[in-house]
């Protein structure tokens, strides 16, 4: 009985899991979510805490409030939910020991939130010729990383840049190409 | 160009727990491609994969995360490997008693403490009922009466067991001949209550009947403040803990019971009074809670109140307190100063011949 409840739990998406939650589910909805994002969260903290123990401490901290938070807020999108509240838990953590200055985010970042359902092959073609109006730097990290499947480090070497350069030439490459496309229609009513 | 690659763009699915660890061990380009575009997936992605950087991808430093919230990987192994170890560790117990008697003691010396050791661990969660924290305002405005006019439990406890001894002294105790009926003349028909002695149970050496095995699972209806939380040692400034809230709760009837009759017992009679009261709104006729509720009351002074418990227990389906049920609510009607009332029970007791029979004449003198 158990344990067809978790596999009916491991097969829902995030938002179904929170509705469950909130409409008084089990404990095991809290286990399934730090199965899916135990690690994306720990590691967040890892990012801004840069101490284990601390990002340790952060997590279960999370993790323990996670039942209430939910309890107390609509989530639309729950990755990104879960984000900003590990963000801002370890924002005033710092804030708290006088290390940052930060602005704690409030709104949920829009970057994540495109995703096709279909794609038609004139869609491709929109998609290729977006990505040459993109700076030389961003389209080239784009092309090696996504069409050629280069590592951070073959495309460091290649292009002889640093790799906190490459990463960021290919998030920003990634947010030019959403706001590139989103603004024409052909491609966004198939959205 | 692979344009189907290019729509890999937009729809890389996040990092998963074991692309940490993969990630971290392998050199193959497009094994780490691959983990990276999952990366660039989202912020959080990337956020969370850069922390692992520092952590050298080595998922293990969450190993008492997991404890705590990881959902355990199915039962069937860790049942194997704890049954086995409970077997294990009996056979070696059984071995250690029969043959070494001394390692014995040290070994469940050991066992005694890795219990306490483990239990302080634990988050303390303290669980308060409304009896705990506020009593109901007429409750809490009642006073005691003096103590020379109290019944206190002890004198009860001992008119119990002397009742009980009665009894086996006085073993066929005459039945009083129904009246004849003339069938010329039939009177109205009198309703017969089944009115019979039920099975009985003595916590803290009170009487009570054991309404186990006359109700299907008995419980109580009350409210619980169930406190837990961050200790008060680990709480820092910012961790915004929420008002515990009141919750109903389903408590199983014996329990309950056995925890108001030991309040009672220590002579706290208005917070058992509450929780007596809570007892007779899920079950008003309720013997148990009728009778200690009602001498709760005769302590309290409020004989009037107290009445009405009384005859609720010589009315109810079981006749365990019926001798001291009458015999309160004499009395309650005596210190209350309707004395002509208190000498018609007193008189109808010293007629028949139970337990009070004989104070009863006393009291007549």
Same mark, same amino acid.
């Given at each position: 009985m158990l344990f067809r409840k978790r596999i009916t739990y491991h097969q829902l998406p995030d938002e179904d899991l929170v509705i469950r939650f909130q409409q008084g589910g089990a404990n095991e909805i809290i286990g &399934?979510?730090?199965?899916?994002?135990?690690?994306?969260?720990?590691?967040?903290?890892?990012?801004?805490?840069?101490?284990?123990?601390?990002?340790e401490d952060m997590t279960m901290t999370i993790f323990e409030r996670l039942p209430e938070k939910l309890k107390d807020h609509t989530i639309e999108r729950f990755k990104s939910w879960l984000y900003m509240v590990t963000k801002n838990e370890c924002l005033m953590l710092l804030r708290k020991k006088g290390r940052v200055t930060l602005e704690i985010t409030k709104e949920l970042e829009a970057e994540d939130e495109l995703h096709l359902v279909e794609v038609k092959e004139v869609q491709y073609t929109l998609l &290729?010729?977006?990505?040459?109006?993109?700076?030389?730097?961003?389209?080239?990290?784009? &092309?090696?990383? $996504?069409?050629?499947?280069?590592? $951070?480090? &073959?495309i460091t070497s290649l292009l002889k840049l640093d790799i906190k350069k490459v990463k960021s030439a290919i998030q920003n490459g990634k947010r030019n190409l959403k706001l590139i496309l989103e603004n024409q229609n052909e491609f966004k009513s198939a959205i | 160009m692979n344009l189907s690659r290019l729509y890999s763009i937009f729809q890389s699915s996040g990092l998963e727990r074991k692309?940490?660890?993969?990630?971290?061990?392998?050199?193959?380009?497009?094994?780490?491609?691959?983990i990276e575009q999952k990366e660039m997936s989202d912020s959080f992605d990337a956020d969370a994969m850069e922390g692992w950087e520092q952590l050298s991808y080595d998922p293990s430093v969450m190993s008492q995360l997991d404890k705590k919230y990881a959902p355990s990987t199915g039962p069937s192994l860790y049942k194997i490997i704890g049954g086995t170890a409970l077997v294990g560790s009996a056979v070696i117990a059984i071995l250690y008693f029969t043959?070494?008697?001394?390692?014995? +003691?040290?070994?469940?010396?050991? +066992?005694?403490?890795? +219990?306490?050791?483990?239990?302080?661990?634990?988050?303390?969660?303290?669980?308060?009922?409304? !009896?705990?924290?506020?009593?109901?305002?007429?409750?809490?405005?009642?006073?005691?009466?003096?103590?020379?006019?109290?019944?206190?439990? #002890?004198?009860?406890? #001992?008119?119990?067991q002397e009742i009980i001894q009665f009894r086996v002294e006085t073993p066929n105790l005459p039945v009083k001949p129904l009246p004849s009926v003339d069938p010329e003349n039939p009177t109205s028909p009198e309703i017969v209550r089944n009115h019979k002695?039920? +099975?009985?149970?003595?916590?803290?050496?009170?009487?009570?009947?054991?309404?186990?095995?006359?109700?299907?699972?008995?419980?109580v209806k009350t409210k619980q403040l169930i406190l837990t939380g961050t200790p008060a040692n680990k709480e820092d400034e910012y961790s915004e803990e929420e008002d515990p809230v009141w919750k109903d709760v389903d408590v199983p009837y014996i329990e309950y019971i056995e925890k108001s009759v030991g309040i009672f017992e220590h002579g706290n009679y208005k917070k058992a009074l509450s929780r007596f009261q809570t007892v007779m709104e899920t079950y008003p006729d309720d013997v148990n809670a009728n009778f200690y509720g009602g001498i709760c009351l005769f302590n309290l002074g409020e004989y009037s109140k107290a009445i009405p418990h009384f005859e609720n227990c010589l009315s109810g389906a079981f006749s365990n307190f019926d001798e001291e049920a009458q015999w309160m609510i004499?009395?309650?009607?005596?210190? !209350?100063?309707?004395?002509?009332?208190a000498k018609v029970i007193y008189r109808s007791i010293a007629s028949g011949n139970g337990f009070y029979a004989g104070q009863a004449k006393d009291k007549l003198k």
């Open positions: &399934e979510i730090y199965t899916r994002y135990g690690h994306l969260v720990m590691g967040t903290c890892m990012k801004y805490l840069k101490n284990s123990n601390d990002a &290729e010729a977006a990505i040459h109006q993109l700076k030389e730097e961003q389209r080239l990290c784009i &092309e090696l990383f $996504y069409l050629e499947k280069r590592s $951070y480090q &073959e | 692309d940490v660890e993969t990630y971290g061990r392998s050199t193959d380009p497009l094994v780490r491609n691959e043959v070494f008697q001394e390692p014995v +003691k040290l070994l469940v010396a050991q +066992k005694s403490t890795q +219990k306490e050791v483990s239990s302080l661990k634990e988050e303390p969660v303290i669980v308060l009922e409304a !009896s705990d924290v506020a009593l109901p305002a007429p409750i809490e405005r009642m006073k005691h009466a003096p103590k020379a006019e109290q019944v206190p439990a #002890k004198q009860i406890s #001992k008119e119990f002695e039920a +099975k009985e149970i003595y916590l803290h050496s009170m009487k009570l009947v054991d309404y186990r095995k006359y109700r299907d699972k008995p419980q004499a009395e309650c009607y005596e210190k !209350s100063g309707d004395t002509a009332k």
